[in-house]
DNA sequence: CGCATTTGACCCGC
DNA sequence: GCGGGTCAAATGCG
């Protein structure tokens, strides 16, 4: 089990726990019956389809897309003729000056649901924040041209203006779930029961969900950029997910990320998600997957995940 | 050891 | 020449 807790587990891992937040706040708004909330509920399933039918996804593309990724992210090495070393003949790709923005957004969060890889940081003069460079992390597998910069305004701390240029190539639709198709691997039903361990059993000793803003104020990049890819419009529509049970609990005080923030519209429902770094969109992984992996696990029969490998 | 991140240097457009 | 975007060696972590 404990070999489990690799990047795609951990992928499974946040993704289910974020399928879980959904539900939670499905739940209280299915309780609170108020007829203008039952708005997201819709939303809410999807999400929580999206985030089960991701992590069957990640387990599935673990030998495919995702093992294609990691073998070919290796830097190329130093120029074996040292004539090459002295002159940089390769031109640079300027893929945002001269070019138009694609778009550009102002969000709380830098959170899109794509894989980005951190590549530059510039302090930008009459600004105070420095400027961070990203490309899709599968630009250098299956050429996806997108790339963001990343900056915090200046005007209101809170928010982070992102600037993306080109569009992604790599997550149009879900290649994972794809490579899955083309091995033709039957997605199998699985039980993901969000009940066993009961919130007061579950939350005993203090929260584990606490959030690592621990007060310096300063949340440091992970070592890891890779967000979770969740791009919009994906289908669940092959997820053949049984939730059996799924319990609006207490599990932590409160949202630990402004994503979780997001989804947690009640102020009566508490979700736990890792702590979420806005500028490099990652998950503080290395807190939360020590701390909730094993609460995870008492969701999921990973045993379960041993049908897809 | 392999990987992602950091960061100084290089390159390019204005 | 300057400012900004990108590269890639160095670094450090798992």
Known sequence: MAALVTPAASVVSELVVRGRESAAVLEALLQGGSPQEHGGIRELAAEILLCCDRALAALHGRDGVHAVALASRKRRSSEPDGAAS???????????????ATRVEKRSTAEDGHIWRK?????????????LYFRCSYKHDIG???TRQVQQSDDDLSLYVITYFGDHTCCHGDEAVAAAEEKDVKMQPFVINFGIGSAT???????????????????EIPRSSHAVCLPEGGEADELRLKVTKVETTSLGSQPASPAAAELSSS?????????????????????????SFDFVSRFIDFDDFALYQ
């Open 201 to 219: 059993e579950s939350s005993t000793s203090g929260s584990p969900w606490q959030n690592s803003d621990d007060g310096d104020g300063r949340s």
């Open 86 to 100: 002295q002159t940089r003949p390769k031109r640079r790709m300027r893929a945002s000056s001269g070019s138009t």
């Open 144 to 146: 996806c041209p997108a």
């Open 267 to 291: 102020p009566d429902v508490s979700c736990a998600s890792p702590a979420w770094d806005p500028l490099s969109s990652c998950w503080e992984w290395d807190q939360f997957v020590e701390s």
């Open 119 to 131: 590549y530059g940081q510039k302090e930008i003069t009459h600004s105070k924040h420095p400027r």
